[in-house]
């Protein structure tokens, strides 16, 4: 069969979606390296919509016949406008959808979305494979197609039987690096200075009511948890580090030890290649905090450091057992104080925390209970923890949950997230008084960020790569080290006084007023002091490496934001 027509998959990004420019989406850069694979022309399109309509205008100028475009909540506005200007300047074009955000509403945007003509559910790779395979043979029904949503003659919207996920992610090929050759690159070594996305898995072993992976999984029948070979991921890390000038990695799984003693087995595989190969890498990745908590556990976590992981999300989300079990995490209460006693302990990684401080059942009581367990271990410096309010994915369990107590608050704007009604008329106070800080006061999102770039340079110094840094800076780091804890110290202080303080003030019925003069001090004066030493740390030792004709490719990192996080969505 000729392989006619050809592929664009277009990544319509909002700024703060992206680490760096040239980076396209795992879920696009995955489907269009096996398309490639299989024989059809395939290119790669960005379209930077937070730049204006020029933009999305551009996209009508790719010569294509099938589009492809990831979606989600944040950007689904922006591929509405692009697919519409495709159409008037190409009727036949064919606009095809993907993306976890569609798993329960494909049908209802299809029935709504005239511009749209095909929504792939789950993996996508064989999906879009068969759609291409019938669109060159020009067929008009395509209900053999398993994982695809489409539209007949008539106009009628169809479902088809849902396709199982891959299950040997080992044939598949590496995702798609089209553009990393023009990535930033450091001056000394001209290795890049981005952190790299990859997987080595897919799926996740949790079974946690706010997040839409399972739900997936159990609607198409695919094993929760699907893991690479150790040495499959490991070419692919060697690939990027040797090939490319890679160094640091984002490794993008849900649960980088997932599943049991199965996963760490796997992982501490991966480790090994790692340093027997002497691939010169650091990494990031999430962590289960019920599943990393005995002796043999601590000995992995050290290996991990010896193999370049030096950043460390374990997702927590509570420090009550009554949220916990309410968004059905494996994890206990005293499962999260073990691992975070083990992380505090080991002193070897930068420690951020995954934390829903805010929620449907929160409580005047749970929110002090988890105050209290950021504070213990020394977590209220930032407020990626004491803020974060759940946003609400339709389809999910808790999405379920929620609308069968009649306590859904729905949009009919596919792009805006359902809201929800709180049991506790001050956590929803409060909830709504921390909401959306990054766009109300932007300081906190710029202190922030230095915060978790000062954080990731102080782990990432102790990389066994940049031993010859250490060395030459011994003193230096030291000092930086301790600077950066009493500033954090301080900062954490303060920010747990003002969040008890606000929660006392609501409960008091604090008028509004007085409230917004509170919210003015210290998310606007108070961060504009501690700032400047924040920035002067980061500056000052960077510096100092730089004179010393050292490469920052592997100390680096420029945290980034998600538009839903710094756009003002409301959730409450």
């Known amino acids: 069969m000729n392989h006619d027509l050809k592929l664009a998959l277009v990544n319509v990004v909002m700024d703060g979606d992206y680490q760096y420019e040239q980076e396209i989406p795992l879920g696009l850069a995955s489907l269009g390296s096996f398309i490639r694979q299989k024989g059809t022309s395939v290119q790669f399109h960005q379209c930077f919509a937070s730049r204006g309509m020029n933009e999305i205008k551009r996209v009508a100028s790719i010569s294509a016949d099938v589009f492809g475009f990831q979606l989600n909540m944040v950007n689904f506005n922006n591929v509405k406008s692009a697919a519409r200007e495709l ?37 996508g790779e064989y999906v879009l494979l068969e759609l291409i395979e019938a669109l060159e043979n020009q067929e008009d029904d395509y209900k053999k197609i398993d994982g695809l949503v489409w539209r007949d003659k008539t106009g009628h919207v169809i479902k088809n039987a849902l396709r199982p996920g891959a299950t040997d992610l080992d044939i598949l090929p590496f995702a798609a690096r089209d553009f990393i050759m023009d990535c930033n690159r450091d001056p000394v070594d ?114 991990f450091k010896k ?102 608050i729905e949009s009919s704007d596919f792009s805006k997230p359902p809201k929800y009604t709180f049991i506790d008329p001050a956590a929803k106070a409060m909830a709504s008084h921390w909401a959306n800080l990054y766009s ?35 003193n230096e780091y030291m000092e930086l080290e301790d600077n950066f804890r009493g500033l954090s110290e301080r900062f954490g202080d303060l920010n747990y006084e003002y969040f008890k303080e606000s929660l006392w003030q609501i409960e008091h019925n604090c008028p509004e007023e007085k409230m917004k003069k509170m919210a003015n001090q210290h998310f606007g004066e108070t961060h504009k002091q501690y700032l400047p030493h924040y920035s002067r740390l980061y500056n000052e030792f960077l510096n100092k490496v730089s004179d010393c004709g050292f490469s920052m490719s592997g100390l680096v990192f420029r945290h980034f934001y998600s538009t839903a996080t710094t756009d003002g969505t409301e959730r409450v």
């Open 190 to 303: 001209g290795r890049i200075t981005e952190s790299i996305r990859m997987f080595t898995s897919r799926g996740c072993a949790g079974t946690c009511s706010f997040c839409a992976v399972n739900d997936l999984g159990k609607a198409t029948g695919t094993r929760r948890w699907r893991g690479r070979s150790p040495t499959n991921v490991v070419d692919e890390l060697e690939l990027l580090v040797n090939d490319y000038g890679v160094r640091l990695f984002n490794f993008s799984d849900s649960s980088f030890e997932d599943p049991g003693a199965r996963g760490k087995r796997r992982t501490r595989e991966i480790c090994r290649q790692i340093i027997d190969r002497r691939l010169s890498l650091s990494a990031k990745i999430y962590m289960r905090c019920d599943s990393m908590k005995g002796e043999d556990d601590i000995k992995l976590l050290r290996f």
């Open 87 to 123: 159409k008037e300047n190409n009727k036949d074009a064919v606009i095809v959808l993907g993306g976890p955000f569609l798993v329960m509403i494909a049908e209802d945007i299809l029935i709504n979305e005239q511009l749209f003509d095909f929504i792939v559910i789950g993996d």
């Open 440 to 474: 109300r006061f932007p300081i906190t999102q710029e202190l922030n960020s230095l915060q978790i770039n000062l954080g990731n340079l102080i782990s990432r110094m102790t990389n066994t790569m940049n031993a010859p840094i250490l060395k030459e800076l011994k």
């Open 307 to 408: 193999a370049g992981i030096d950043v460390i999300i374990p997702g927590a989300e509570a420090g009550t057992d009554d949220e916990l079990n309410y968004y059905d995490k494996p994890a206990t209460a005293e499962d999260n104080i073990r691992t975070m006693e083990i992380l505090r302990d080991l002193d070897l990684f930068y420690v951020l925390v995954g934390f829903i401080m805010f929620g449907p059942n929160s409580t005047k009581q749970s929110l002090l209970e988890n105050i209290e367990f950021l504070r213990k271990y020394k977590l209220t410096d930032s407020l990626m923890q004491l803020a974060n309010v759940l946003m609400l994915v339709p389809g999910t369990k808790l999405y379920r949950r929620l609308k069968g107590e009649d306590r859904l």
